[in-house]
């Protein structure tokens, strides 16, 4: 018996996967070296790297503080430039209730109108309502949107 240890063999399925590691670290670069980064952020840059490649889980950053992204020209920054299905039923359920317990309509109640779901529908239309949507992005970041600026 000799006291000699072999090298561990590696798998074809860790070579593979420290391939795609390769991969990753290296589409990570690409992403974030820019021409004009400071040493700290590339010092940044580096110790994120060296965390992938130790195979550490990075999972929030802890430095970001969520900010408002402000369009000057008016314009929707955060997921499509119209209102969304969701949106739209979440606006015209809460005017609905607003107006059947009795806030004031905003628009010219049209003849044989039963409910206030229709009443809020002819709102969201003319874009008179008074809401505004925030829409936010996983690192926190959000934008809020009045109803106008929607297409």
Do not use: C, W, Y
Not at 36 to 52: C, F, G, P, S, Y
Not at 66 to 95: H, N
Request: glycine content about 4%; proline content about 7%; aromatic content about 4%.
């Amino acid at each position: 018996m000799s006291n000699i240890q072999e090298p561990p063999i590696s798998s074809a399925e860790d070579i593979e996967r420290d391939q795609a590691l390769g991969k990753a670290v290296e589409m990570f670069r690409k992403a974030m070296e820019k021409d004009d980064l400071t040493d700290e952020q590339r010092e940044n840059i580096e110790e994120r790297v060296r965390a992938m490649e130790a195979r550490d889980v990075v999972e929030r950053s802890e430095k970001h503080d969520p900010a408002e992204m402000i369009s000057e020209d008016s314009k929707v920054l955060i997921g499509p430039p119209t209102l969304t299905r969701f949106e739209k039923a979440r606006i015209m359920g809460a005017r609905a209730l607003q107006l059947s317990m009795g806030a004031p309509p905003f628009v010219e109640i049209p003849e044989g109108t039963k409910t206030s779901l229709v009443i809020a529908m002819e709102e969201l239309e003319k874009r008179v309502i008074p809401i505004v949507i925030r829409r936010a992005l996983p690192n926190g970041d959000f934008q809020n949107i009045p109803i106008s600026h929607f297409a």
